[in-house]
């Protein structure tokens, strides 16, 4: 085995089923779980909430938390699991020489001066001095109206002392898979030997709803699993609040210091099919063909979002292959944007470690899988845009 194979010896989760690899293992592998929603805040729409966290166990000091919005501490808090349960956190030699890269959305808009600003204009007619006066005196200290995507990577930095290089990467499902994939090349490469990666999002904020229903994604009506949105009102995705971080290291690294590794990271893949052209089918069975799946039965952990267009194309590619026994995670977590890929690599990880896999999600449109995982698919299936997948091997 090369020195630099990269393995998963960290992770941090959080979404509506609780916190923790342990919490999501437990709850996952029951059958028949039924997920945590929540439909009364913002009809039509159903969303997965974030359930009560203490955000003390993860960020000690109340000032880094008061001046935080949620997704940024929901991604500090979940960055410091995955630190944690990988022996890092509070260890400086590892913290200072540890890089992160970051998968991150434009944060949340600050609505009350979004309103200001759009009550003031109805009887103002000078709107380029009326915005300059909002701009100047209205903002948080981050000169936006929402926040700098960056401001994620730099919190982590702050709280848990990861001070070696950082990337953000912008772009939903992209994100999250452009973000895994650059910090597993950089450690096969030998240019970092521990990287912290993934992601978070907070979906209960009406701005992050809007984003999605400005183009109509968005499921209406009573909740279905995420492969049963086919023909419902609206465009078929349920959103989830949640984040997902991995520590990533080279195996001789982890080796080296003793840690438990939850499973090796092979192939990662990524793909930016032209779906105006109709190429998404073929682009989806050209990285399935790229990533060289092993023989025989294997679990998949889909991200599909239960974007009519992007999940059915999944649906009928994983379908073609009758090995293939998926996931769709998101009936139970929600679709949680950039969080998405690092979530599903962490889902595959656990299934490899415990030598067990998870139980159909939806009886109807999954396949029971039979005997151990050795090697899991883990996918994001972009809601808009964007296509990623990455093998994930027993250690």
Partial sequence: MSPHHVVITGIGL????????????????????????????????TVHPLPEIDWNLQIAKRGDQRQMETWQRLGTY???????????????????????????????????????????????????????EKLTTELRPT?????????????????????????????EEGAGVAAVETAAARIRSGQSTHILVGGAFQTEHSDMLLGYELAGYLHRGPWKPVWQRQGAEGGGVVTGSGGAFLVLEQREHAISRGRKIYAELGPVLSGRARRRQGELDAGIAALLRQAALPSGELLAISGASGAHAA??????????NPAIAARGFSTLTGHMKEAQFPFAVALAALAVEHEAAYPVFDAANERPFNGIPKTVLATAIGYHQFEGMALVNAA
């Fill in 143 to 171: 000169l936006f109206l929402a926040q700098l995507s960056n401001l994620l990577a730099g919190n982590i930095s702050i709280v848990h002392k990861v001070t070696g290089s950082s990337r953000t990467f912008m772009g």
């Fill in 311 to 320: 999940t059915a194309a999944e649906k009928s590619a994983l379908d073609a």
């Fill in 78 to 132: 979940a960055a410091g699991m995955a630190l944690d349960d990988a022996g890092i956190k509070g260890n400086d030699e590892l913290c200072t020489t540890m890089d992160m890269v970051v998968a991150a959305g434009g944060g949340e808009r600050d609505e009350t001066v979004d309103a200001d600003i759009l009550a003031a204009s109805e009887s103002r007619n000078d709107r380029d001095v009326l915005l300059n």
């Fill in 14 to 45: 959080v979404s509506s089923l609780g916190e923790g690899p342990d919490a999501h293992w437990r709850k996952l592998v029951q059958p028949g779980l039924e997920p945590v929603l929540e439909a009364t805040r913002f009809p039509p729409y």
